[in-house]
């Protein structure tokens, strides 16, 4: 796989997830193929069946693959925690964005907490990666 883009959201059913992130990259998938990226992997620190019952809920199982990083492992080792403790939601991830080319990362959107901007929306790396497409 050649072009990866991988977004990372504070967990399943918050506010934001459910009703604008996750959303906008279901409905422009087919904007991201378009543009050359053959995967595109959704990673929120929960467990896999509270992960896969979100995704059913909207219907990105069949165009997003889902990873669970339930101990925030992976999370961790990306320097992407959010620590949501006060609020009663443990370790979570921060939101953010990256593109991923020949299994490096090119491009990485932090938005440095659990807020929603429009830097790990999907609009951010689809300019990314037409900006990309120009320069080549």
């Known amino acids: 796989v050649s ?3 991988t977004w990372g959201f504070p967990g399943a059913f918050t506010p934001s997830c459910t009703a604008i992130h996750l959303p906008e990259y279901i409905k422009q998938r087919a904007d991201l193929k378009e543009k050359g990226v053959e995967k ?3 990673l929120a620190v929960n467990d896999p069946f509270v992960l896969t019952e979100f995704a059913k809920r909207l219907g990105g199982k069949e165009s997003i693959i889902f990873l669970a990083d339930g101990s925030a492992d992976f999370t961790k080792k990306i320097d992407m925690v959010s620590d949501l403790s006060e609020a009663g939601l443990g370790i979570r991830s921060k939101r953010f964005s990256m593109i991923i ?4 990362v090119t491009e990485i959107n932090d938005e440095q907490g659990p807020g929603l ?6 609009n951010t790396i689809l300019l990314q990666l037409q900006k990309k497409k120009k320069e080549a």
């Open 3 to 5: 072009t990866q883009s």
């Open 40 to 42: 595109v992997f959704a």
């Open 101 to 104: 080319e020949q299994n490096n």
């Open 117 to 122: 901007s429009d830097l790990s929306r999907v």
